[in-house]
């Protein structure tokens, strides 16, 4: 805690208003993330794989309506921002409203084009600003993150009693509250392409047309799916245990403080020892191997111990996603180099949008195959399968250590991942 303090007291201004605005960002969407696939399943009575569907098409629609990095670099990052927090805004408001099913596709399809114009200008902006700390700032961002994870869902819970419109409803006034405070106290910041009269394609042909970062993007969509088991998967299964949420608030309450205590010193232990590549490689096979606890025979007790192995996978898919998050922030920025960087980040979240569905409907159909054929494991099979595919897919792209663009590897380190 001591060292992710100093490494926040030692940021710019800006860097440190845009990670109290991931608190915030964070806190505001996981009020409701925690709840909302058991609002749906339970409340609602929509099947499970319709609510892959409704929350996937949030990744999905992301990725769709990508141009949010690339309308950055060309307008500045700090407009596209609060466009963002406005949008976020109003598809919280819109998830409150109604139980009807194009309502509740229309809230996520406007959440996720909200975080298509916040998600990529703030990384780009944070890349711009640290340009010489990346990792660690990206580190000290999914501290942040972490923090919005802990103080979300549990301010959720008295919300939940006044009802889930009335936290739908919270969850507006914070992004609200966000969009205020960034217009007005974020300073400028231009985007790397700010008044250029190139058409838009013109640069997102470029980033198609990087090879590596295409190769790069596309393997790890995979970690995507993963790291939203937290909020799909994980949670369905405590409720099945349980049969309450207490247990889905612990989960994110664990992972919230084991990102806390210990994101800023697995980064730096990681930077020591291994290069970016090879750290990634070697958190996907974490978060993969996170789920092999569920695919165990059912414990037999009571609540607690039957609860705990889904608590371990919660804590080593945290741990998994510690190690790979900052390196991949800052290898996307490393790869854009002096093009547009915002756009390279939306390609990204495209790319990661589609992987995110793909996972989610796996997975969905897979939980429901599972309960069909009496197979219990199946789901986390698959999920842990496609952990070691997309890490060993990353090898081949990182073969001669080509994701280290112009760092020096650490002392010691050959390039075989």
Request: proline fraction near 5%; aromatic fraction near 8%.
């Amino acid at each position: 805690m001591i060292a992710t303090a100093r490494g926040f007291l030692s940021l710019g201004r800006p860097a440190k208003i845009l990670l109290v605005n991931e608190v915030g960002e964070t806190a505001g969407l996981l009020m409701l993330a925690p709840y909302l696939a058991d609002h749906l399943t339970h409340h609602i009575g929509l099947a499970v794989w319709l609510v892959g569907l409704v929350l996937g098409l949030r990744h999905f629609s992301e990725g769709v309506f990508a141009m949010g990095g690339t309308l950055a670099d060309r307008v500045g990052y700090k407009p596209v921002l609060v466009a963002g927090c406005a949008l976020e805004a109003l598809a919280c408001a819109l998830f409150g409203l109604s139980a009807a099913v194009p309502w509740l596709i229309g809230a996520s399809i406007f959440s996720g084009l909200a975080r298509a114009l916040f998600v990529p200008s703030r990384r780009a902006y944070l890349a711009q600003v640290e340009e010489e700390r990346k990792v660690e700032a990206f580190a000290l961002a999914g501290v942040c993150r972490r923090i919005g994870v802990l103080v979300g869902p549990v301010a959720g819970i008295p919300m939940m009693h006044a009802g889930f419109e009335a936290l739908c409803l919270t969850a507006t006034g914070i992004f609200a509250v966000l969009a205020l405070v960034q217009w007005r106290l974020l300073p400028p910041c231009p985007g790397t392409h700010q008044g250029s009269d190139r058409p838009f394609w013109a640069e997102w042909k470029e980033a198609f047309g990087d090879r590596i970062f295409i190769a790069f993007a596309t393997t790890m969509f995979a970690s995507y799916s993963l790291v939203y088991q937290l909020g799909f998967g994980l949670p369905i299964e405590v409720r099945h245990v349980s049969g309450g949420r207490a247990g889905i608030t612990a989960l994110f309450v664990l992972s919230a403080v084991l990102g806390l205590a210990g994101q800023v010193r697995l980064t730096l232990w990681c930077e020591r020892r291994w290069t970016p590549g090879q750290v990634m490689v070697r958190g996907l096979v974490v978060m993969g191997v996170a789920f092999v606890p569920l695919m165990l025979p059912p414990a037999h007790g009571g609540t607690l111990v039957r609860l705990f192995p889904i608590m371990l996978c919660a804590a080593i898919l945290t741990v998994g996603t510690m190690m790979v998050f900052p390196f991949e922030m800052s290898t996307i920025a490393d790869l854009a180099g002096d093009r547009g960087v915002g756009t390279y980040y939306s390609v990204n979240n495209l790319l990661s949008g589609v992987g995110s569905v793909f996972g989610n409907l796996l997975s969905a159909a897979a939980i429901g195959l599972s309960h069909t054929l009496n197979l219990a494991g199946l789901p986390w099979l698959v999920l842990l399968l496609l952990a070691l595919l997309s890490a060993t897919a990353l090898t081949f792209v990182n073969r001669g250590d080509r994701l280290s663009v112009g760092r020096p590897a650490p002392a010691g380190v050959g390039t075989a991942p």
